[in-house]
């Protein structure tokens, strides 16, 4: 137990966001004093002292939950810049008595409805999968180890921390040594050393080591927390680059709406002499049809639904975000363990190097009381203690005391432990345990156990207590220990699947070169036997690599990192997994960071997407619903925007020149919803696996403007010629809805392409339905019957209509194929200059 006393002050942080040792026991909150602990390691708080702090509210509640609010969902879908805009314009359509032109409010409802419950939906399956996945900490209360979700720490409790873990609250050590990785909060790579007094930011993770510290800032006073709210009061969060286009896109169209709506009644009453009610209706028509009214929720539906289909699928997504980047990675960097192969690891052999000193039982010896002393803190130490400290039936390990552990590094690739009457014992990769004459020796041996498959470990003895990691004197080389763990039965299926469609593997491991270029050429990685030994390259020459070799092995932390960093830079899109440790900070670099659930704390917090079952053989199914999500979303955006360039081009146009605008609401709200806004959603929710490649709003420009070129091309010849004869604005009307309702259907037949029985039947239905009501609802939507000459020239323009927008689609393809050819010479020359050392 410990004793309480009653504190006040402040926190304070140094310039690398470390908190000042001598200010670790002031409060939460300065104005009142708070009773503090100071519990025994061993016992840690009693359940009646955790309980009065939850009743205190001093608990380690998150700052933002997982995911939004129902209320906050349904204010989020109400409260638009464009349902604002639309419900303006229903009132101005009420105040002049058009009360048949507010048909586009059902359609706006609708989609706040759909918009809704699709959100609903997706919070339901993200909370449930959160739940299951909740970060957990173990902490010592009545002397007990128990393991709990973060949320339910409490101040003052003591907490164990162990390699992998994330702290999940300011703490302070009170025993036990680690190292930790601040990076997440202070950009800074570099592990540092924290023993007892010393503190521990929420946010780092422990790279090696363990301890028992007390938790001294939770919830919202962590230093995290207080980074997250800082971080969202100053800016905005990550956008992907379909939503950035998207929002760029709303931003330009609130710029210009509101103007040249102005502009137009300006014009339609002053100038046109029009009365207001026919005024208004044609200013609101013109502002309806700049809308993309079903654009925002087509998006968000179909992310929602992609959330669904991901859970379903056993996938976590933290960051909506991230299924779009899945649509366009065409570099995949994977881990050998627990990717490549099974994530549990066994001994397979013991060599004794020392015979005529040191046999195999009395190798196991050593290893017994090794692992006994540094633990099973990773999958190789978790085979070797499964192997030697608990055996089935073999001997128990022996009493020897322990004065020192060194815990094992992914940085340096050895672990010590120093015992009292026996001496320094190392572990770790033979390479990075002894120098280059100790080395030679062993070289043979070592590459043919590593080019069989194997992990090869040494066990060595060594004169000293190891000091700042690095070894200053020779070590003695005692026994060899291999290990291995089966290739995944699905691995090479996964890997061929990968190749067919153009996404390159990158194996980046810590493991001997020979051993993983073994393993990808089992696993049918191409290029596997070009394996790179990274420790022998400077970051300039690993960099190079990172591009003309697939396999990697003896990589760092920060090698990793630095391989990903390269690939992003030569323009690829990379996807990163990773289940441990070591992985953290490349995860972090990456454009799609994918961790496994059954990997360490750290790994699964700074990830975007979790594999809850850690099945590598389920990417795939991911990366393919992350492409039909973002194909659908473009296939379909550019039904929405035909409509907004159109309407925009020919509002602008009828501001110069001396005719009305020639369509109602109504009737733009008819073609708006049989031929962008339903097709739409029926064709954002079908498979679509190609991969995505441009940039979003590039490539829905580009599909939209031959249309939206056609209907203006087309209406402005009908304005014509309604002047010549002299035609009525009824009849006007009439004829400039038919040739909208027309090239819509022949914008959806485009978008249809390939054509499949889901595609006809969507294109004959809405064909059927524009039919129906033109003929059959004329009175309702405003239609007359034309003349004979009115009929001839809409007949002719209907005729028009597929051989205008062929040319306008030929014109756009010919330019694509001329901007495609341009930057493939731009790339040319620069790699030519890159090769000659000139510039590009």
Not at 743 to 765: R, T
Request: glycine share 8%; proline share 5%.
């Amino acid at each position: 137990m410990g004793h309480a006393h009653y504190i006040q002050g402040s926190q304070s942080i140094d310039e690398k966001g470390r908190m000042d040792v001598k200010s670790r026991e002031e409060p939460l909150d300065s104005t009142a004093p708070i009773e503090r602990y100071q519990p025994d390691p061993a016992q840690g708080l009693t359940a009646g002292q955790a309980a009065k702090r939850r009743e205190e509210g001093l608990d380690n509640q998150a700052v933002n939950p997982p995911s939004k609010t129902v209320g906050q969902i349904i204010l989020s879908n109400v409260l638009t810049f464009f349902n604002l805009i639309f419900f303006i314009l229903a009132g101005c359509l009420i105040l002049v008595g058009s009360y048949k032109n507010l048909l586009f409010l059902l359609v706006v409802v609708a989609n706040i409805l759909i918009g809704i419950v699709q959100e609903i939906r997706a919070k339901r399956v993200i909370d449930r999968l959160t739940l299951l996945t909740a970060p957990q900490a173990a902490v010592i209360r009545d002397g007990e180890t128990l393991t709990l979700p973060t949320e339910q720490l409490v101040l003052d409790d003591v907490a164990l921390f162990t390699p992998g873990c994330q702290i999940c609250a300011d703490a302070v050590v009170l025993e036990g040594a680690v190292q930790v990785n601040e990076a997440l909060i202070t950009g800074e790579a570099r592990s540092v050393s924290r023993g007892p007094g010393d503190s521990l930011l929420s946010g780092s993770f422990i790279t090696a080591g363990s301890c028992r510290a007390r938790l001294d800032r939770v919830g919202a006073d962590s230093y995290a927390s207080r980074l997250t709210v800082e971080a969202k009061r100053r800016g905005r969060k990550h956008e992907s680059e379909m939503m950035r286009s998207l929002t760029r896109l709303v931003q330009g169209i609130a710029v210009v709406i509101l103007p040249i709506g102005a502009a137009m009644l300006l014009r339609h009453l002053f100038q046109l002499g029009m009365p207001l009610q026919q005024s208004m209706e044609a200013t609101i028509a013109a502002l309806v049809g700049m809308i993309p009214e079903g654009l925002y929720l087509l998006t968000s539906v179909a992310l929602a639904v992609g959330v669904i289909r991901l859970g379903r699928r056993h996938t976590l997504v933290h960051e909506l975000s991230c299924i779009e980047t899945l649509a366009r990675v065409d570099v995949l960097c994977v881990d050998k363990t627990g990717t490549i192969t099974e994530n549990e690891m066994r001994v397979e052999q013991v060599i004794p190097l020392k015979e005529g000193q040191m046999n195999a039982g009395e190798v196991r010896t050593v290893l017994a009381a090794y692992y006994q002393a540094v633990g099973a803190d990773n999958s190789t130490a978790r085979a070797m203690h499964d192997s030697f400290v608990s055996p089935r039936n073999g001997p128990k390990p022996p009493p020897w005391e322990t004065e020192a552990v060194v815990p094992f590094s992914s940085v340096r690739k050895w672990s010590a432990v120093t015992f009292a009457q026996q001496g320094t014992y190392l572990v770790g990769a033979p390479e990075c345990i002894l120098n280059r004459d100790g080395f030679q020796p062993l070289r043979e041996r070592t590459a043919a156990l590593a080019a069989a498959g194997s992990r090869v470990l040494l066990l060595a003895r060594y004169g000293h207590t190891p000091q700042n990691d690095t070894l200053h004197s020779p070590a003695e080389p005692l026994a060899l220990i291999t290990l291995g763990n089966p290739i995944r039965e699905t691995a090479p299926a996964t890997f061929h699947f990968f190749a067919e469609q153009g996404v390159a593997v990158k194996v980046i491991s810590g493991d001997n070169p020979l051993t993983v270029s073994e393993v990808a050429g089992r696993a049918g990685i191409a290029g596997a036997e070009q394996a790179v030994d990274a420790s022998v390259l400077s970051d300039g020459e690993l960099e190079a690599a990172a591009e003309t070799a697939n396999v990697f092995g003896r990589v760092t932390p920060d090698q990793k990192r630095l391989l990903v960093r390269a690939l992003k830079k030569a323009g690829h899109t990379v996807a990163m997994t990773g289940d441990g440790v070591n992985d953290v900070l490349a995860l972090k670099d990456a454009d799609c960071s994918i961790a496994m659930a059954a990997g360490s704390d750290a790994a699964c917090h700074v990830s975007q997407l979790v594999l809850l079952n850690s099945d590598f053989a389920s990417l795939p199914a991911v990366v393919m619903e992350g492409r039909r999500v973002i194909n659908n979303i473009e296939r379909a955006a550019s039904l929405f925007l035909v409509k907004t360039i159109f309407s925009l081009l020919l509002a602008l146009v009828t501001l110069f020149i001396a005719v009305p605008y020639p369509v109602k609401p109504i009737q733009l709200s008819l073609i708006s919803s049989l031929t962008i806004g339903l097709p739409a959603f029926f064709l954002a929710l079908e498979p679509n696996h190609s991969q995505t490649k441009g940039r979003f709003l590039l490539n829905v420009v580009g599909r939209a403007l031959p249309g939206g070129l056609t209907n203006l091309f087309l209406l402005l010849g009908v304005q014509l010629f309604t002047v010549v004869f002299g035609f009525t604005d009824a009849e006007r009307t009439t004829m400039s809805t038919v040739i909208l309702a027309t090239v819509g259907l022949l914008v959806l037949y485009q978008v249809c392409k390939p054509f499949n029985a889901k595609h006809s039947l969507i294109w004959i239905g809405m064909a059927a339905g524009l039919t129906a009501a033109i003929f059959g609802f004329s009175d309702f939507f405003m239609l007359t019957p034309l003349s004979r000459e009115a009929f001839l020239i809409l007949l002719l323009f209907l005729l028009l209509a597929y051989s205008v927008m062929h040319f306008f689609l030929w014109c756009f393809e010919r330019g694509h194929q001329a901007g495609v050819c341009w930057k493939k010479r731009r790339q040319n020359r620069r790699y030519h200059g890159r090769q000659w050392g000139g510039k590009p």
